[in-house]
């Protein structure tokens, strides 16, 4: 049907891919999908075409460049360009269009995942086409995120491209334009202002946005990534400028698959979704929760080296039960109470299978913020038959694992011999536990059933204990040991004595002072993890931990805390946080092209980002290693999460690289300009 398609079109689109260069441009962006083609089919094409163009094109000399008057030349250049560009395209519909994943690694240079566009896999002194559907240039390639370089295009740019007088006639470097957007960046005393620069920015200037984010991760992982991106979602109404991702609501029912098609990309590897349940710790946000899997997806490309356009952000839109929304006249989304049930069931059930159907068997799905009773079960279900990931529970289960591998340096002993007591007992509690006890099981050869007994949780109604079995959702139930029932976290905490304390409440303040000094009274070193997220609830604070437990905690939390001193002494808090491990664990995924997600996969990722934290971290009181060295822990992280696919014969790239490292680093894009022929 699609062969057929393209077939069918394939004299208008060589037509169109005849006309004189500038005329073009001219042609509104999206106008050729529309008029001639399905955007899957447009794209696909033109994705195949490009990137046979820098395999098989010899490099393009000075004299090879398109000239405006020298039409005899640019009309050679364009039929060789085309020539190939079409017999690539025919290829592509008879199927043996060449893969990137299939040639030779080191072949690419700083090349992302999947390198379809053919950008990175020159080398850095050859030429690129800024392909769009035709090649874009004057007003068009400003207003084009990808491609467009701000000041930063030379004088021959400005000339083959049209660019002349579109732009003021100063040059900037990348560096340049770097130093400029920090300084405007810092002068800002709002988070909120930050958060909206930076939006616009990657709107506007998609490479210059991940170089910055690269250089300055630290400083800016809090302003698109938690806390900054809890308030963003809350007021994301009001301060909507340009849609980003994609919004598919209950008025799509029976249209997903149009909707995921009206998408500019073909080529998607992760897609981020969400239905805006449980956005952070601050509930149902219903629409305006499309801030997370944005902000998620950033950091796959800033922290893990996945391509931009390789990622999809969505926000299902079932309904909101967050009155105040529904009584916002800014509010984004339908009006309406949240789906249940039956309907909801269909309506994920149809988006599940137009994702596959559009993109395929291998594209990682990451369930972001859903609320658990919807979470679990649609883990379950999807996890047999597609490639998904849930971030809450597995993600944050395998960043807290490594960060207890990690701390055993500094407490001693082993995992089983400690004792663990959560606060929340919810997707990032029970998911916790679960691999705690898995790794627990793993090491000592006990059965699994053993191994919970050393896992405690309390939720909103006190100690998850068996005699409360009856009314317990499924996913306490494997916690609800023989106890007699205890109300309160401070009672829980002097029965059980625990070594390790975490939050997973989603409630802030709930480490009280006396919680803390009975956690300090009983261990030399006890472990607080304030995990909950963003700021406003974290358990308790950085201060509040070493103050109350007289220095001798060892803490982290889900968003950043300032370091602190405390009788003369500097603590340095960590950042307990799944963007330590999502980044690579995806990255490992898509690059040995995983089928399924396995939770030895995840046991592999804790070990992974454990062996990065170094001597000087711990001597800090560290047990995460910082997030300035991300993207070398990312590619660790990667190979180690491949290494397992392929041992648990998951994996379906074939041949194993042999130097995963190696692979995940040379996967990996990187923002630097390209120069454009
Ligand atoms: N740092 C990180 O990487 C991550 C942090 N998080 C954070 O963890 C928090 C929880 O997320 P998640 O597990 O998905 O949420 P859930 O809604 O699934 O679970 C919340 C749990 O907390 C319990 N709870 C709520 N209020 C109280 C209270 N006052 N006292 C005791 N228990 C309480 C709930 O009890 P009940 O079941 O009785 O309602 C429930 O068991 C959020 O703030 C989120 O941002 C989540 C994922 C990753
Ligand atoms: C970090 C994260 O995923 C959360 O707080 O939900
Ligand atoms: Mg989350």
Redesign the pocket.
Known sequence: MVKKNILKYLPSLTKRLSLPSHSRTRTPFYSLPSLLLSSFQVHWSTSHCSQHLTQEQPHTSEKDRPRRNNLSQQESERKATHGVAMESFMKGIRGDAPCVLDMDPTHTVGGGVEDFYGEDHATEDQLVTPWTISVASGHTLLRDKRHNKGLAFTETERDTHYLRGLLPPAISSQELQERKIMKNLRSYEVPLQRYQALMDLQERNERLFYKILINNVEELLPVVY?PTVGEACQKYGSIFRRPQGLYISLKEKGKILEVLRNWPERSIQVIVVTDGE?I???GDLGCQGMGIPVGKLSLYTALGGVRPSACLPITLDVGTNNETLLNDEFYIGLKQKRARGQEYADFLQEFMTAVKQSYGEKVLIQFE?F??HN?FELLAKYGTTHLVFN???Q??AS??LAGLLAALKVVGGTLADHTFLF?????????IAELIALEISRQTKAPLEETRKKLW?????GLVVSSRNESL?HF?KPWAHEHEPLKT?LEAVQAIKPTVLI?????GQ?FTQEVVEAMASFNEKPLILA????TS?AECTAEQAYTWSKGKAIFA???PFDSFEYDGKKFVPGQ????YIFPGFGLGVIMCGAIRVHDDMLLAASEALAKQVSEENYANGLIYPPFTNIRKISANIAASVAAKAYELGLASRRPRPDDLVKYAESCMYTPVYRNYR
């Open positions: 938690t449980r952070l710790g601050l913020d609320a658990n979470a971030d809450d529970i993600g944050t960043v807290v606060l929340g007992a919810g997707e990032a509690g029970t998911g949780l309390v939720d909103s109604k959702q306490k976290l939050g997973t409440s989603g409630v709930t995990l909950s997220n963003p609830q939390s889900g968003s307990a946080n799944n963007a």
